[in-house]
T-cell receptor, first 114, second 115 residues
Framework: GAGVSQTPSNKVTEKGKYVELRCDPI?????LYWYRQSLGQGPEFLIY????????DSGLPNDRFFAVRPEGSVSTLKIQRTERGDSAVYLC????????????FGPGTRLTVT | SQQGEEDPQALSIQEGENATMNCSYK?????LQWYRQNSGRGLVHLIL?????REKHSGRLRVTLDTSKKSSSLLITASRAADTASYFC???????????????FGQGTILTVHP
């Protein structure tokens, strides 16, 4: 079956611009996670959705970052007034539920802010 | 912030040899997981060990967990060139006994297996 998909795969934007990154989880997965991975580092948690609600957004670095999941499936991570320090690979993962443990990761979106 | 510390940071071995990677963490956990990542993308779940387990096997993988030392190890036996990748441990912290999959990853070990 189809895995987690993320679009775009690469995004280059200028400092100060607004970007949206999309995640399509595996059908039927209620839990959705966003992580950010900088070069040479492990992924860092950003936000967790259970269904439509953001159950834990403690990893969002500041109020320029926002994520939604309006229908409990597709999620969009939104970054306003991008900064060069936002450059990273943004990973999305989904699982059957919060207690399902195994997370299935998408290929990521590589964001470069120039 | 990263909870896990992994060592070594890089490991280079010949095909057929065993590879051992270690992970240490700081807080109490519900479970610990190992993931593999090729070419900086697409993490793949390898194995999960719960806090009340000490050892687990899956194919050529063997994971141990020592909660008293807050450490885990991943052993890959009879390595193959296709095992070349970055390997990450990830902890699912025990927040009042509830786990919801918020993973904290280590910095990873880069494994290179030479044919």
């Amino acid at each position: 079956g189809a895995g987690v998909s993320q679009t775009p795969s690469n995004k280059v934007t200028e400092k100060g611009k607004y970007v949206e990154l999309r995640c399509d989880p595996i059908s039927g997965h209620t839990a959705l996670y966003w992580y950010r991975q900088s070069l040479g580092q492990g992924p860092e948690f950003l936000i967790y959705f259970q269904g439509t609600g953001a159950a834990d957004d403690s990893g969002l670095p500041n109020d320029r970052f926002f994520a939604v999941r309006p229908e409990g499936s597709v999620s969009t991570l939104k970054i306003q007034r991008t900064e060069r320090g936002d450059s990273a690979v943004y990973l999305c993962a989904s699982s059957l539920g919060p207690q399902a443990y195994e997370q299935y990761f998408g290929p990521g979106t590589r964001l470069t802010v120039t | 912030s990263q909870q896990g510390e992994e060592d070594p940071q890089a490991l280079s071995i010949q095909e057929g040899e065993n590879a051992t990677m270690n992970c240490s963490y700081k807080t109490s956990i519900n479970n610990l997981q190992w993931y593999r990542q090729n070419s900086g993308r697409g993490l793949v779940h390898l194995i999960l060990i719960r806090s009340n387990e000490r050892e687990k096997h899956s194919g050529r993988l063997r994971v141990t967990l020592d909660t008293s030392k807050k450490s885990s190890s991943l052993l890959i036996t009879a390595s193959r060139a296709a095992d070349t990748a970055s390997y990450f441990c990830a902890t699912d912290a025990n927040a009042g006994g509830t786990s919801y999959g918020k993973l904290t990853f280590g910095q990873g070990t880069i494994l290179t297996v030479h044919p």
